[in-house]
């Protein structure tokens, strides 16, 4: 399986701030990868696929980058909603999709 | 898009749970579907697979053998029956509706509310 691992697993921000979080693949996986995001006792929320394509209705404060096996996750000012978990997602190899262990954004 | 689970709940270690999803707003029986579970307080952890029509059926290792994942098109509804269940088992499962596209691969755009299966004596 793809082991993915992001960084930080939390980090305590202020609103207004700019905020990256990466993600790095054990391996290769290309474009391949996803970013959610998930608010307390609710399911995720895609944001982010093919590394970089924004969903549909998500804020353009938020984007992604990287290709190969590095990525980033960038909240350009940071609002009062993102406070959440976010979490990367590999889709290059399947059906084994696996996810990094998450990135909890708090408040300072 | 809707998916609506139902069928979690409290189980003994070694009983049995079938959930199911009912699916609405789109075409249920052309796209591929998956269950991903996440212990509480915990990541995500993808469960199951099966394609549009059935088949091909994937699981992840750890629950290969004791759940099965079936869908029946004709009633828009996915199901995971869980059978042998033991205490790491206990999670929210959430069925997802599986994106694609040749350029960006699978993305998950639409998941359930999620079930709470609780496995404890």
């Known amino acids: 399986d793809v082991q993915m691992t992001q960084s930080p697993s939390s980090l305590s921000a202020s609103v207004g701030d700019r905020v990256t979080i990466t993600c790095r693949a054990s391996?290769?996986?290309?474009?391949?990868l996803n970013w959610y995001q998930q608010k307390p006792g609710k399911a995720p929320k895609l944001l982010i696929y093919?590394?970089?394509s924004l969903q549909t209705g998500v804020p353009s404060r938020f984007s992604g980058s990287g290709s190969g096996a590095d990525f980033t996750l960038t909240i350009s000012s940071l609002q009062s909603e993102d406070f959440a978990t976010y979490y990367c997602?590999?889709?290059?190899?399947?059906?084994?999709?696996?996810f990094g262990g998450g990135t909890k954004v708090e408040i300072k | 898009v809707q998916l609506v689970e139902s069928g979690g709940g409290l189980v003994q270690p070694g009983g049995s749970l079938r959930l199911s999803c009912a699916a609405s707003?789109?075409?249920?029986?052309?796209?591929?579907m998956n269950w991903v579970r996440q212990v509480p307080g915990k990541g995500l952890e993808w469960v199951s697979y099966?394609?549009?029509?059935?088949?091909?059926?994937f699981y992840a290792d750890a629950v290969k053998g004791r759940f099965t994942i079936s869908r029946d098109n004709a009633k828009n509804t996915l199901y995971l029956q869980m059978n042998s269940l033991r205490a790491e088992d206990t999670a929210v499962y959430y069925c997802?509706?599986?994106?694609?596209?040749?350029?960006?691969?699978?993305?998950?755009?639409?998941w359930g509310q999620g079930s709470l299966v609780t496995v404890s004596s």
């Open positions: 997802v509706r599986a994106d694609y596209s040749e350029s960006s691969g699978y993305y998950w755009g639409h």
């Open positions: 707003g789109f075409t249920f029986s052309t796209y591929e």
């Open positions: 099966i394609s549009s029509g059935g088949s091909p059926i």
């Open positions: 391996q290769r996986i290309y474009t391949y």
């Open positions: 093919a590394a970089s």
């Open positions: 997602q590999q889709t290059y190899i399947t059906p084994q999709i696996t």
